[in-house]
């Protein structure tokens, strides 16, 4: 029986040390020829550059003494993120629309020695974006870092959905992105640096049933957010952008979900995620999926049949996960 290709790879690994890399090379070269050969250094280098990123083993930027600006930092991720910014040197501006909570945040960072500010911020409002701002910026100078983190979900068909959650949702997830970079993205570009993190999701790959206000508000701030890049792109500008798509995070804010495939897709450890999150600030990655998987939606779409496409959504759970949602209580 002939074998397979990997199978004719991993026999010419086998046969060579570890250490011996040209050696490696010529073997491959011998096998398989230039062009093969180079196509499959190119996929090792790609797994292998990939691996380090998710490991957080790359190049990664100091943060000490820069002012970071948290959105949706009372609770959940925005808190574990402060809470480990400020530890890794950061003055932490932490903003939610509970006061109460962002104190609660704050003190916490104090209690380990580290520098934060609460402030009250609805992120639907302009005018508070403005008086949050300028908080921020008379407590700790010009936000160097901006975490668009505050999201929200009602977890309802599409039937079911109130008009006021489903303005809300948009609102919230997606149109107050906009409303924050243009508030604090003059300080940055006139500075020539800075670096904006959108807390996109796993929904900005793919339709989620039962969810589609949701899913649609983050598939808006990933286009926001690439538009953005191209923006800063075009106009040279050093500013950086970063766009977390993570899958479901066990915060209590998706309680109740159900992955079909946790095999393939399982559901992401808060503190694992937060700690994958500030590893993709630090080395500065455009986008990070978690997990792995939610890299193939893009691919799947655009080499398979619709008909197929859906199947793979309906084998893996996307269509019913959200069947058993219960919510943050």
Not at 235 to 254: A, D, E, L
Not at 289 to 314: E, H, K, W
Request: proline fraction near 3%.
């Amino acid at each position: 029986m002939e074998k397979s290709g990997f199978t004719k790879i991993l026999d010419v690994i086998r046969g060579t040390q570890v250490k011996d890399i040209p050696g490696l090379i010529w073997k491959f070269h011998q096998r398989f020829g230039i062009l093969k050969t180079l196509a499959i250094l190119y996929i090792l280098a790609g797994f292998t550059f990939l691996w380090l990123k998710a490991n957080g083993l790359w190049f990664k930027k100091s943060i000490r003494g820069k002012h970071v600006f948290i959105t949706g930092g009372g609770s959940g991720l925005g808190r574990d993120m402060a809470l480990i910014l400020a530890k890794k040197g950061a003055k932490v501006s932490v903003s939610d629309i509970n006061l109460e909570s962002a104190q609660e945040t704050v003190e916490m960072v104090k209690s380990s020695k580290g520098k934060a500010h609460a402030v009250a911020l609805d992120v639907t409002n302009p005018e508070d974006i403005t008086k949050a701002h300028e908080s921020a910026k008379e407590q700790f100078g010009v936000v160097d870092i901006l975490i668009n983190n505050a999201g929200i979900t009602f977890g309802r068909s599409i039937v079911n959905s109130t008009p006021r959650e489903i303005d809300l949702v948009y609102k919230v997830n997606a149109i107050s992105h906009a409303y924050i970079a243009k508030q604090f993205l003059p300080d940055m570009i006139k500075q020539d640096s800075g670096h904006v993190v959108t807390i996109s999701s796993a929904a900005s790959t793919v339709g989620v049933a039962n969810n589609a206000d949701y899913a649609a508000s983050k598939w808006a701030c990933f286009g926001y957010d690439e538009s953005l890049r191209s923006e800063l792109r075009k106009m040279g500008s050093k500013v950086k952008t970063t766009c977390i798509c993570p899958y479901y995070i066990n915060t209590g804010m998706f309680e109740g979900v159900k992955s079909k495939c946790p095999i393939l897709l399982p559901f992401l450890d808060q503190n694992w995620t937060t700690r994958r999150i500030i590893n993709s600030i630090l080395q500065e990655e455009p986008v990070t999926y978690m997990p792995f998987m939610v890299n193939l939606n893009g691919l799947l779409r655009a080499i398979l049949p619709t008909c197929l496409f859906d199947s793979v959504q309906d084998l893996v759970g996307t269509s019913s996960g959200m069947d058993t949602f219960v919510g943050r209580k």
